[in-house]
């Protein structure tokens, strides 16, 4: 709202040559039929002696002052008329006070007072040579009545007084008019910031790209100091800049996208060398190669000013006019206003792209994740089955990618999944689409191309997978799972489909690939594989509710994950078969999927919880167990429903003892404890290692088992171990 008034003021504002000379008009107008009017009952003042008035000349001058008057108001058009019109209509004014004064009683005359409205409107609204004008006239004019009576002696005093008098007030009037013309300037310039910076603002809130944003950028900034061009420019690594934003109102190319090297005795090195505005009011006569290139292209004059964002000097914005000296003097300082409030609109700018990027992108890989890939998936679908054309999609698994973070650590296993994603991205053409769905699961999207063609690029990625030597000297292999769109009639059947010829491949001896055709569903249809599949996919679904919950709050980011991991290889130290540890595996993955139901307010409290909410939180495991339960077994819902029990009965939701509690429960517990140890909460620094196993031994057999204990303890000194 107060940028709509801004706005308004300043568009009247812009047009003041006029507007001031058409209020100037009728104000004047007005004050000479305001005279006349009081001209009227002048005679009956007992200072005016009724035989020297003259009643005709008078009466004839009071008449013309109301038409003039009226004229001046209505049908002059002053707007057009020239600086000095307005000057003569004042000296006529004075002249007719002057009369007026000395026929109505000279020095006791009410009417010489008139004089003041003379001298104040010409202090107003004239040029300064004609006001100082108009204000030793009417210090005369107060004077001739003087001359009159008492002769020019006393006449001569009383000017000498009246002369400073009126010159120090038209003075105060002309000094409050320059005050009110630099507050008006800058207030129009201010708007015009606004103005232009409201655009580019309104652009980033719009969502436009950088490759829009930019050029409207330049062209304000051009617009704003009165230039031919502008050009936003950004400064690259390698001694060279980009130009991101580009106006010229000369030509259709302004070099937008085009990228130079860094002259290092050029303007704009100097700009990124010290960070300060640079002007040059005239490139003729010079000869290295910014100048020449400016002459070139019709520019003899620039001036730049650098761009810092958040901190860094992102780059510079420049402005040139085809004549030489005829940017602003203060180009450099409205420039570099105008940069100051662009680098904000850049930073918006840019973090619009991060967020957009962080929301399709997986951070390990760089490919396109979950979220990203179904809207892809979506869009290809619809458009195949409009046109007709093929489409296959490929879901695609690492084969016992657990085993490589447990030998290698997770470290190695996000080498191996990022070396397993440039070989897929090298396999697959420009307008396919690779994403990483989560863990080590990856999906390929490939439109107009049937199933076998995908099946021969994915069949060579796959051999070079299982040939190569990957971080960490390890080898992996991956299973794929094909389905082309004619055997499928939206999204989520493709999808399930892939995902029966993917699990066909894995109980099938794994890598390998396979394609969906009706014969191969109908042997995954037997019941033990549906419940399979169906589990299988439940759990996709709850691990991605766990991740979900896990980075809702930062200091928990991955912890289900760790304590996963942990859980695993403290179940591997107890002798655990690779069957049971992975069934383990999966249930920790998961174990506190039921902080879905805690409110944010107390799952991320800064502080220590209350008695009341420590009891809202234990009601998450309850709430876990009930979740799991259609896609996990029995054993699996009871070591998640078990996880905060203790061997001292004092645990939750149950209160088992040592005697009651699995030995599952157990190790998924101690793994969850000690995760929670050693991350650091808003509440409380994360402890040291050493410190942490220090308090799992004090509490053997209160808090933990003495076989888990013991795992623990055994984990820890293996990887001090292997480290050394």
Request: charged share 25%; aromatic share 8%.
């Amino acid at each position: 709202m107060i940028h709509e008034v801004v706005d308004r003021l300043a568009e009247r504002l812009r047009s003041d040559h006029e507007f001031e000379h058409r209020l100037a008009g009728r104000v004047g107008g007005g004050l000479w039929v305001v005279a006349a009017v009081a001209l009227l009952p002048v005679p009956l003042f007992e200072q005016v002696d009724p035989d020297r008035y003259p009643w005709w000349l008078a009466l004839t001058i009071s008449f013309g002052s109301i038409v003039w008057g009226l004229l001046a108001m209505f049908v002059v058009p002053w707007d057009r008329a020239p600086e000095w019109a307005l000057f003569v209509a004042d000296i006529a004014a004075v002249a007719v006070v002057a009369f007026i004064t000395l026929s109505t009683g000279g020095t006791l005359s009410p009417a010489r007072l008139y004089i003041f409205f003379a001298i104040i409107y010409a202090s107003c609204f004239m040029l300064a040579r004609y006001a100082w004008i108009v204000a030793i006239l009417g210090a005369l004019v107060w004077v001739t009545p003087v001359a009159d009576e008492r002769g020019y002696d006393s006449a001569a005093a009383d000017f000498a007084l009246a002369l400073p008098i009126f010159l120090i007030l038209n003075g105060v009037i002309l000094f409050a008019r320059q005050l009110l013309d630099a507050h008006r300037d800058a207030a129009e310039e201010l708007s015009d910031e606004h103005a232009a910076l409201r655009t580019i603002a309104t652009a980033v809130a719009a969502g436009r790209p950088p490759d829009e944003v930019f050029p409207a950028a330049a062209e304000q900034a051009a617009r704003l100091l009165g230039a031919d061009a502008a050009t936003l420019n950004r400064y690259d690594p390698e001694n060279r800049f980009t130009v991101v934003g580009a106006y010229s109102a000369l030509r259709e190319s302004a070099g937008q996208g085009q990228t130079f090297e860094i002259d290092p005795d050029s303007e704009i090195a100097y700009v990124r060398r010290h960070g300060q505005p640079v002007r040059v009011d005239d490139y003729a006569g010079r000869d290295d190669h910014q100048a020449l290139t400016c002459l070139s292209l019709g520019y003899s004059s620039w001036v730049s000013t650098p761009v810092h964002v958040r901190g860094r000097l992102w780059g510079t914005l420049a402005v040139l006019s085809c004549e030489p000296g005829a940017l602003p003097a203060d180009a450099e300082d409205h420039l570099s206003d105008f940069a100051e409030l662009l680098a904000m609109a850049i930073a918006n700018t840019e973090q619009v792209e991060r967020l957009a990027a962080d929301a399709t992108t997986d951070p390990l890989t760089g490919l396109a994740n979950h979220r990203a890939f179904q809207e892809r998936l979506r869009a290809e679908l619809g458009r195949a089955q409009r046109h007709g054309r093929s489409l296959t999609l490929a879901l695609i698994d690492l084969d016992d990618f657990k085993a490589v973070n447990d030998t290698g650590g997770h470290g190695i296993g996000d080498e191996v999944l990022r070396a397993v994603a440039t070989a897929l991205k090298d396999a697959l053409r420009g307008g396919d689409v690779l994403a990483r769905l989560g863990g080590d699961e990856f999906a390929a999207l490939l439109p107009e191309t049937p199933a076998l063609e995908a099946a021969a690029a994915l069949e060579r990625a796959r051999q070079e997978i299982a040939a190569a030597a990957l971080p960490g000297g390890l080898r992996v292999s991956i299973s794929l799972g094909l389905c082309d769109v004619e055997h499928a009639t939206d999204a989520a059947q493709l999808t399930r489909f892939a995902d029966g010829a993917l699990y066909w491949s894995k109980e099938h001896g794994r890598n390998r690939l396979s394609i969906y055709d009706p014969e191969t569903i109908h042997e995954l249809s037997a019941a033990e594989r549906l419940e399979q599949l169906q589990r299988s996919q439940a759990l996709v679904g709850i691990r991605a509710l766990a991740r979900a919950i896990d980075a809702r709050d930062p200091s928990t980011s991955e912890h289900s994950e760790r304590v996963a991991a942990l859980t695993a290889r403290l179940a591997e130290y107890r002798d655990w078969p690779a069957e049971r540890v992975a069934r383990l595996y999966d249930a920790a993955l998961v174990h506190d999927v039921g902080k879905i139901g805690i409110p944010d307010a107390i799952l991320l409290k800064p502080d220590r919880l209350t008695r009341d909410e420590y009891e809202i939180i234990k009601t998450h495991a309850e709430l876990s167990a009930r979740i799991v339960d259609d896609a996990l077994d029995a054993e699996q819902v009871e070591w998640i429903l078990s996880h905060h029990e203790r061997p001292d009965g004092r645990g939750y939701p149950r209160g088992l003892t040592a005697d009651q509690l699995s030995e599952g429960a157990a190790l998924m517990a101690a793994a969850d404890a000690f995760d929670v140890m050693v991350s650091a909460r808003p509440y409380s620094p994360g402890r040291s290692v050493e410190a942490a196993l220090a308090e799992v031994k004090a509490l053997i057999g209160a808090q933990f088992t003495p076989e888990a204990a013991e795992a623990l303890l055994g984990v820890h000194l293996a990887a001090v171990a292997d480290a050394a």
